[in-house]
């Protein structure tokens, strides 16, 4: 596979995460977050000296600036989730806490 092939993968799989974060399929995401880390680690090791093609360069600038958008995006999601995971954790903590209160432990 061509280094441009695999910057195309990370960009289908990035598409792929920001479609899970979207329908809070977190389970999922982190699936393909690991598949995308592999596909990435892949380029640095394809594409260790910049191409002298402008074309292919260019290909490659626009896939980089499309999946840093979606990444933004992607973490904006889950920062958002992760406030909403936190509530419930401290909701159930302190519910725990009263219920070790009055129930004399």
Known sequence: MSALHTYEA???LTER???CARSAQWDQLVELEKARGEVLAAIGRQDREPGRDPVARERKRRILER???FDE???TLT???MAELRQVLVSVDTSHRLQR???GR
Request: aromatic content about 12%; hydrophobic content about 50%; cysteine-free.
């Open 10 to 12: 990370a960009l289908e």
């Open 17 to 19: 995460m920001l479609a």
């Open 67 to 69: 999946m840093i958008g």
């Open 73 to 75: 995006e992607i973490t």
């Open 79 to 81: 920062q958002d989730w």
């Open 101 to 103: 209160t009055y129930s």
